[in-house]
C-alpha cells in the first residue's frame, strides 16, 4: 500500500493509487496473519504512464516478495484504457453551466463512468454535482437537491443544444 502511495506520487500528475479493500487472514490483533489481501486501483488520463505505474508497481511487490521470503499472486479484475472526452461536448458543458451562473471546473475522472464506454461510440461528456465533503460512491454521500436540479438542467440545455446542431 505505501509503495503504491509512493509510486503514484512520483509519477504525479493524474496519476492516483486506490487500495479500497484490506483483509488480514486470521485478523486477529494478536496472531501474525498468514494472508493478506488488497485491492489496488490505478488510474491516469495518460496510458503510458498507466502502464508505467503498473509496471513499477509489481516490480516493488516482486521485490518485497524476495525480502520478505513470501509469496504474492494477482488477479486483474478490470482493465480499461483511458479516454479523452469530446472537447467540444466538454466546452458546451462548461459553458452551458456558466450561462445558468454556475461555478465550473474542469476535472479529470478516472471513474469507470458509463461515459467512459460510451465515448468510444459517440461525443462524450460528464456532468459533475458537489457532494458533501467531497464523499462519493460512498452511502454517506450526499448531494443537495438545489445541485442535483443544477446538474440537470445542464444536462437537458446541453442536450438541447447537441440536438440542434447539425453535426458534432
Given at each position: 500500500?505505501?509503495?503504491?502511495?509512493?509510486?503514484?506520487?512520483?509519477?504525479?500528475?493524474?496519476?492516483?493509487?486506490?487500495?479500497?479493500?484490506?483483509?488480514?487472514?486470521?485478523?486477529?490483533?494478536?496472531?501474525?496473519?498468514?494472508?493478506?489481501?488488497?485491492?489496488?486501483?490505478?488510474?491516469?488520463?495518460?496510458?503510458?504512464?498507466?502502464?508505467?505505474?503498473?509496471?513499477?508497481?509489481?516490480?516493488?511487490?516482486?521485490?518485497?516478495?524476495e525480502?520478505?521470503?513470501?509469496?504474492?499472486?494477482?488477479?486483474?479484475?478490470?482493465?480499461?484504457?483511458?479516454?479523452?472526452?469530446?472537447?467540444?461536448?466538454?466546452?458546451?458543458?462548461?459553458?452551458?453551466?456558466?450561462?445558468?451562473?454556475?461555478?465550473?471546473?474542469?476535472i479529470?475522472?478516472?471513474?469507470?463512468?458509463?461515459?467512459?464506454?460510451?465515448?468510444?461510440?459517440?461525443?462524450?461528456?460528464?456532468?459533475?454535482?458537489?457532494?458533501?465533503?467531497?464523499?462519493?460512491?460512498?452511502?454517506?454521500?450526499?448531494?443537495?437537491?438545489?445541485?442535483?436540479?443544477?446538474?440537470?438542467?445542464?444536462?437537458?440545455?446541453?442536450?438541447?443544444?447537441?440536438?440542434?446542431?447539425?453535426?458534432?
Amino acid at each position: 500500500m505505501v509503495a503504491a502511495r509512493e509510486i503514484a506520487r512520483e509519477i504525479g500528475g493524474d496519476q492516483v493509487a486506490t487500495v479500497g479493500s484490506f483483509k488480514l487472514d486470521p485478523g486477529l490483533v494478536n496472531v501474525i496473519p498468514g494472508e493478506a489481501r488488497l485491492t489496488l486501483d490505478l488510474r491516469h488520463t495518460d496510458e503510458e504512464r498507466l502502464k508505467e505505474a503498473e509496471s513499477r508497481i509489481r516490480s516493488r511487490v516482486s521485490e518485497l516478495v524476495e525480502s520478505e521470503a513470501c509469496m504474492s499472486e494477482w488477479r486483474q479484475l478490470a482493465r480499461f484504457e483511458p479516454v479523452a472526452f469530446d472537447p467540444r461536448v466538454v466546452d458546451l458543458v462548461e459553458h452551458t453551466a456558466r450561462d445558468r451562473n454556475h461555478t465550473t471546473r474542469r476535472i479529470s475522472s478516472g471513474a469507470g463512468h458509463d461515459a467512459q464506454m460510451m465515448s468510444r461510440l459517440c461525443p462524450t461528456g460528464m456532468i459533475f454535482v458537489p457532494s458533501h465533503r467531497g464523499i462519493s460512491h460512498n452511502p454517506a454521500e450526499h448531494t443537495d437537491d438545489s445541485d442535483l436540479a443544477a446538474g440537470a438542467n445542464v444536462l437537458l440545455h446541453t442536450l438541447v443544444a447537441l440536438a440542434r446542431e447539425e453535426e458534432i
